[in-house]
Each structure stands twice: as structure tokens, then as C-alpha cells.
């Protein structure tokens, strides 16, 4: 798959702009990202409801220009979105060019609530489906993985949940190749709160860094904080690199310490100490679960 994405993306075919003006009926603004604007809107072309998502065309220019010297192209959000398919990956229909320059992404449109908003209030539907909403996050990411991407910035934010309380990974604005040349030590993009200690230390990275985000995301579904005091800038997470996070059992004393040693492991300051795979760390969530799950023998 990879080697047929190389292909298009070093394509020289000329690109014809839209207008979407003239294409979609724009209902309502659904969402804001640092990079980006999401709209709830009317496809012309199909009568159906999507997302309109539309990238700062200046900040866009500013995050690819960080890749510069690299001798494969960046790929644009648009170009890995639409080959992604799985269930817990929100779906992409189309993307390119508009008539003012943006890049644009047509997605299928998920009325749910944000992963983000579930960890602050804790309510019923977080108590009752924790495990279920890491395995399929951490489906989600492994799929990811699979197709040999790093995604470099999970975290709660970019995580939806539909009507059904199912999981949708929803961004790939900073998503990178797992190549050599995408390995390199020197760009440090992502969330800050949820960079792996290599990133911030502009180390050479690989997909043990989404582990490490992943990990923190769980942390924070059970102890609805984050691992070390929150810093809302790089310069007070690097004061993390250094300092080992807290064990998760004291802030939530009653967790099955099986869980807790699972999520713990993903944080491990040196990659090394890591779960090596997403796969490794989701087979032992499965086992909690199964034997959660399991009848009870009277």
C-alpha cells in the first residue's frame, strides 16, 4: 500500500480546484482544530450529510515546511485519510484543492461526543465502557500501524464517539511514513502533554510513540488527570522527560492492577522499556476483559 501511495503522490497529474461554494451546503461550524476548521455540511454532488474539514493554508505551509530536506514528499492529511478503512477510523470520501488555495477532506459525519468530553465528566458511559473504548482505540491504532504509519499525535481530542458510544479516530494532519528518512531525530510536532519523552528530547522516533500517547490517554480515562501535573507548553513537559509519572493506583486505588501495570508499561521513559507493539499491549487488555466478561460458575 505504501508503494502504491508513493506512486500517486509523486504523480505530476494537474489538480483541479473546487469551489465548494458552488458544491456544498455549509449548515453549521462542528469543530476547530489548531490547524483546521470542520463543517457540518449538504454534499450537492450526493444529498448525503458530511464533515467539511478545511486546513489553515498558512499553517499548513508552516508544518510541511518543518520536513524540508526530506527526499519523499510529506503526505498531505487528505492523501492518508482516504486510505484508511476501518471501523474505528472516521471515514474519508474524497479530498483535495479549493479554489482559495485550502486543502480540503470530505469525511462521512459522526454526531457524537468527544473522548475528551467522557474522561472530564466520568459518567456511567465511562465507567461502564472503559476497556471496550481503549481496545478499539488501540484497533484503531494498530490498524494504523499496519499500514506503516506513525500518527504522532493521539490523544483524547482527536477521538469521537458515535451515537453507539463507538470510537472514531478522527485526525491525520501530523501523520508521517514509519520510514528511516521519517525517523530522524529533529521535528517535534504533536500535543504536548502526550509527546513521548524521545520526541521531546528530538530523538529518532518510531510507532512507540503513539504507544507512549496511547498510554497516557488511558491514564487519563480511569484518573481523568494526566500522568504528571498538566503543562500546557513544551518548555514545562520537558521538566517530565526526567521525572517518572505517577503510578496510576494512587489516584485510583481500586483499579485492577493488571490494568494499571498494562498502562504504566506504555509510559515507560525509555522506549525500550515500552510495549514493543500495539498488538502486545492490547493482547493483555483482551484477557482482562474476557475474564471480566466470563460467567461466573454458580
Avoid at 52 to 64: G, P, Q, W
Wanted: hydrophobic letters at 40%; charged letters at 30%.
Amino acid at each position: 500500500m505504501l508503494d502504491f501511495f508513493k506512486n500517486m503522490v509523486n504523480s505530476n497529474q494537474k489538480v483541479e480546484k473546487l469551489d465548494i461554494t458552488k458544491r456544498f451546503q455549509l449548515i453549521g461550524r462542528v469543530g476547530q482544530g489548531s490547524m483546521s476548521k470542520v463543517w457540518r455540511a449538504i454534499d450537492g454532488n450526493t444529498g448525503r450529510t458530511v464533515a467539511l474539514k478545511l486546513l489553515d493554508v498558512e499553517k499548513t505551509k508552516r508544518l510541511e515546511s518543518r520536513f524540508k530536506g526530506i527526499k519523499t514528499r510529506k503526505p498531505t492529511e487528505g492523501e492518508v485519510a482516504v486510505l484508511l478503512k476501518h471501523p474505528h477510523i472516521v471515514q474519508t470520501y474524497e479530498y483535495g484543492i479549493t479554489t482559495k488555495n485550502e486543502q480540503y477532506l470530505v469525511m462521512e459525519f459522526v454526531e457524537g461526543v468527544s473522548l475528551s468530553y467522557l474522561i472530564d465528566v466520568q459518567n456511567d458511559v465511562m465507567l461502564r465502557n472503559r476497556i471496550r473504548f481503549m481496545l478499539e482505540l488501540g484497533e484503531a491504532i494498530e490498524y494504523f500501524h499496519r499500514q506503516n504509519w506513525i500518527h504522532r499525535d493521539i490523544c483524547p481530542r482527536n477521538v469521537i464517539l458515535d451515537p453507539d458510544y463507538s470510537i472514531k479516530l478522527i485526525d491525520f494532519g501530523l501523520v508521517v511514513p514509519n520510514t528511516p528518512e521519517f525517523q530522524a531525530p529533529g521535528n517535534r510536532t504533536g500535543t504536548a502533554s502526550y509527546m513521548a519523552p524521545e520526541l521531546i528530547k528530538r530523538q529518532r522516533t518510531d510507532q512507540r510513540i503513539d504507544i507512549f500517547s496511547f498510554a497516557v490517554t488511558c491514564y487519563e480515562m480511569f484518573a481523568k488527570r494526566l500522568p504528571w501535573e498538566a503543562a500546557e507548553t513544551l518548555d514545562a513537559v520537558v521538566q517530565h522527560i526526567n521525572k517518572p509519572p505517577d503510578d496510576l493506583r494512587v489516584h485510583v486505588p481500586e483499579i485492577d492492577p493488571r490494568i494499571s501495570d498494562t498502562i504504566m508499561k506504555g509510559l515507560a521513559i525509555e522506549p525500550r522499556d515500552r510495549w514493543q507493539t500495539m498488538g502486545a499491549m492490547l493482547e493483555t487488555f483482551r484477557t482482562i476483559r474476557a475474564g471480566a466478561t466470563k460467567p461466573r460458575r454458580k
